[in-house]
């Protein structure tokens, strides 16, 4: 990483990749002059759905939440204290995230001041859709709590991840490459938060069974009525025919959403093909991932839906070799 150097910073840089999964594969295609800015915020923002998702008794999440987001802002000098937060983890490079807080906040004054504004202007609407997600699912009975309408589903995409399309986007126009017309821009945003949109739904309709074990469920409520179910149906394998109907149209949904992710690729500027690729792979393994999402029963909690690592390297190869030229990357994307 760019802004990562000597042994500490090798060891944010460890972290960030087990933290980030396949979607490290990215941070590692992205040019020099963006991969530091986005590798930071994605650092910050696994951060903060660390403590949203942690489970633990007398343990104020909102309070810590907002105490973080205060001091990533820079309003206050003071961290958080993370250090019994993190106990409570069980993926030690998440509870590592919350022990190296204060390191990973300063990381941001390393950065221009235009950049950093962007860095803790998006930052801070991820955590606000973070906590208006504890404050909607805050229940002392453990009954399973839903979205109210495609609205808020539609709210919630764009907090925790259509913002990062947009913070993406800026990033690229800011960095690398520039448009003459200003509609072409504007498009460009549009497509990057649709693209974010796509990556977050994906999630959403891939993790039902966890979310509900949590008592959440991001299908709304008043489209699950529309066809006969409830929230706690969802937790009966065997309804996933009566569920079927209404889970195709939100892939379908996704799928609308890929397409612009397909469209928001075909605008970068052919010679940015480390931009390019780097959008390429979370689309494609999404492509993929959305096929298989309608060929099985995601009800189905011991069956969780993914891609095989072997087939993630042979997409990453396939990538690397493409974006180069201007034929094979549109074939790839059509898969």
Same mark, same amino acid.
């Given at each position: ?25 990215? /941070? &590692? ?30 343990? *104020? ?13 820079? $309003? ?9 937060? $993190? ?28 950049? #950093? ?12 859709? #973070? ?6 699912? $805050? ?55 649709? =693209? ?39 937790? &009966? ?15 379908? /949904? ?48 011991? *069956? ?16 690397? /070799?493409?974006?180069? =030229? ?10």
């Amino acid at each position: 990483m760019v802004f990562m150097s000597g042994i500490f910073n090798s060891e944010l840089d460890s972290i960030l990749e087990r933290t980030s999964r396949s979607f490290y594969l990215s /941070l &590692k295609e992205l040019p020099k002059a963006i991969r530091p800015q986005i590798s930071l915020l994605y650092m910050l923002a696994r951060t903060s759905d660390t403590i949203a998702d942690s489970e633990g008794r007398d343990v *104020n999440l909102l309070e810590i939440l907002e105490s973080y987001n205060e001091f990533a802002q820079g $309003s206050t000098k003071e961290p958080p204290e993370m250090n019994s937060l $993190s106990e409570l983890q069980s993926n030690k490079s998440e509870a590592s995230l919350l022990r190296n807080i204060d390191r990973i906040v300063s990381k941001i004054e390393e950065f221009s001041k235009p950049d #950093q504004a962007e860095i803790r202007r998006c930052l801070e609407v991820i955590i606000n859709g #973070q906590i208006l997600d504890l404050q909607r699912f $805050s229940s002392d009975d453990g009954s399973i709590l839903a979205l109210e309408s495609d609205e808020e589903l539609d709210d919630y995409a764009y907090r925790v991840a259509g913002s990062v399309g947009e913070f993406w986007t800026r990033m690229s126009l800011d960095h690398l490459f520039g448009f003459k017309e200003e509609n072409k821009e504007t498009e460009l945003f549009e497509q990057g938060v649709r =693209f974010g949109k796509a990556l977050q739904m994906i999630n959403i309709l891939r993790d039902i069974p966890a979310d509900l074990s949590l008592g959440r469920c991001y299908i709304p409520r008043n489209r699950l009525a529309e066809n006969g179910l409830v929230p706690k149906d969802l937790l &009966k394998t065997t309804n996933m025919d009566s569920f079927r109907t209404l889970y195709n149209e939100y892939l379908d /949904l996704t799928d609308g959403y890929l397409i612009s992710a397909i469209q928001y690729i075909e605008m970068i500027p052919h010679s940015q093909y480390r931009l390019r690729g780097a959008c390429m792979l979370p689309v494609i393994i999404g492509k993929r991932t959305v096929s298989m999402l309608r060929g099985n029963n995601v009800l189905d909690s011991s *069956n969780r839906i993914k891609i095989d690592r072997s087939e993630i390297k042979d997409v990453v190869k396939k990538v690397v /070799l493409a974006v180069p =030229f201007k034929g094979p990357s549109k074939k790839l994307l059509s898969v």
